[in-house]
């Protein structure tokens, strides 16, 4: 399974920015998906999640502004970035979370820098 992020860029406070992260495989669907990120000096942490069904959950930091979600025809779930701020600044990686016997997968990163 590679999951390929997509969609970082720079972008000055108050705009937008859409993250994709592509899937390989053919079971995409089954899996919950789920967005994280990094900033230099900090630990990682939870944007936003998706289960299988499309239920979705955001950190409070990001609620109102960031809004996540799937389309499993193109094996694909987003990150839409409304409103973004320069501590939004880091690194956006995507995870498939394990399921059943199934292991995690982690994307590669796509970096998000936000000017103020």
């Known amino acids: 399974v590679q999951l390929q992020a997509s969609g970082g860029g720079l972008v000055q406070a108050g705009g937008s920015l859409r993250l994709s992260c592509a899937a390989s495989g053919s079971t995409f669907s089954r899996y919950a998906m789920g967005w994280y990120r990094q900033a230099p000096g900090n630990p990682r942490e939870w944007v936003a999640s998706i289960t299988s069904g499309g239920a979705t959950n955001h950190a409070d930091s990001v609620k109102g502004r960031f809004t996540i979600s799937r389309d499993n025809a193109k094996n694909t779930v987003y990150l839409q970035m409304n409103n973004l701020k320069p501590e939004d600044t880091a690194v956006y990686s995507c995870?498939?979370?394990?399921?059943?016997?199934?292991?995690?997968?982690w994307g590669q990163g796509t970096q998000v820098t936000v000017s103020s």
């Open positions: 995870r498939r979370f394990a399921l059943g016997k199934d292991r995690e997968y």
